[in-house]
């Protein structure tokens, strides 16, 4: 297998821990986004859609999404499970995910696409340059510190999001917390349940390599 | 077990197709969105957020995302499986349900939302208020245009989106489709194998029971 990835960026950083939790050896290929290598002729034989992370199999198929990478893995290397075990905990644990995905990631995405002098004329990744649009994002930003207003209730007393256990939602809401930072928003003081928990997430082995910065 | 539904939107409809398609018996409770039901007090204990469909279990946890409703029924319900069987086609999949999710169902909500007059001051589902952004509804149009030139492409002569078994990216196609007629956008005549392959889906059982109506 291969992973393409650019450590830089916040999007492979939500595959990338979750290749580390797993402790799977798959040869790295970074992707010079900088320089918008995922543009080129070369990088759309691997993924049309111009993103990263990417995933190749040992066949040749390729995995262009978190969510498709994810589910691959889980199932051909399921321990530690990191999406649940029971049925229950795989729909709260997927609940989870896909509000922090979309009332989170995708909520700073927007505000930081449409806002960013870097951005101008890309407010989407993928093959079609759309212009930015200031208003969309005012309502990225207003979404995101509604999002971490409700952080520090989302974790509460449990140890980890979706409770006993480390999962993807946690990777997840890990990678919306250190992405916010690009536009200085962090979790309030008073979030003690959050800040306890982002400490001991922020310590796992999984995340320390290299941590995304803004451009 | 107690499903959560609104027989006239399309949200709702990714769930009960899956259900149907697993035949599993489940109490339907219908939500009146027209009438905000979902926005009152009653509707809040049972999910903050909101918005349908819910799953609630016999236990009383609540699932409230379509995500987490499909990943609960999927390890309860293995047969027939519509998440995939293998590792690799679970990853096909769920790269294909986002790419359908994100590309086609969430553009067409940004279009609609952001230009039908009875959506004025709701621009997005959930507990805040938020004004349309007509620019939003122009760049969501296009969006959706992409995406619906891709369709024909997408299916190519295979008997379903990832191959040879209907699955969730069937579901989220085919509920798209019919979402965007509501904005007369409409596969293009010389999509054959696109064509073939709506006419057979929308023919199955599971599609039947009341399709979502623009209000």
């Known amino acids: 297998m291969k992973f393409y990835d650019c450590k830089t960026a916040p999007s492979p950083r939500r595959a990338r821990i979750f290749i580390a939790e797993k402790n799977i050896a798959i040869e790295h290929i970074e992707v010079d986004l900088r320089n918008a290598e995922q543009m080129g002729d070369a990088f759309r034989q691997i993924n049309a859609y111009c993103t990263v992370p990417v995933l190749e199999l040992d ?3 390729h995995l262009t999404t978190t969510a498709g990478i994810w589910q691959y893995l889980e ?3 399921p321990e530690p499970a990191l999406m649940g075990t ?3 905990q795989k729909g709260i644990i997927a609940d989870l995910q896909w509000r ?3 009332g989170g990631f995708m909520a700073m995405g927007e505000y930081l696409r449409n806002s960013a002098p870097a951005m101008k004329g890309r407010a989407l990744t993928g093959t079609v340059n759309y212009e930015q649009i200031p208003e969309l994002a005012v309502r990225g930003k207003d979404r995101l510190t509604h999002f971490f207003d409700d952080i520090d209730e989302l974790i509460g007393t449990k140890p980890y999001v979706a409770g006993e256990t480390f999962s993807v939602a946690d990777i997840d809401l890990l990678v919306v917390i ?3 930072k690009w536009k200085k928003i962090t979790l ?3 979030a003690v349940n959050a800040w306890r928990w982002y400490e001991t997430v922020s310590a796992r082995p999984s ?3 290299v941590e995304p910065v803004s451009r």
Do not use: H, M, V
Request: charged fraction near 20%.
């Open 188 to 190: 309030p003081k008073t």
């Open 178 to 180: 250190d992405f916010a």
């Open 75 to 77: 199932a051909a290397y």
């Open 100 to 102: 922090i995905e979309t």
């Open 86 to 88: 029971t049925a229950e």
């Open 207 to 209: 995340t320390q390599s």
């Open 59 to 61: 066949n040749g198929t």
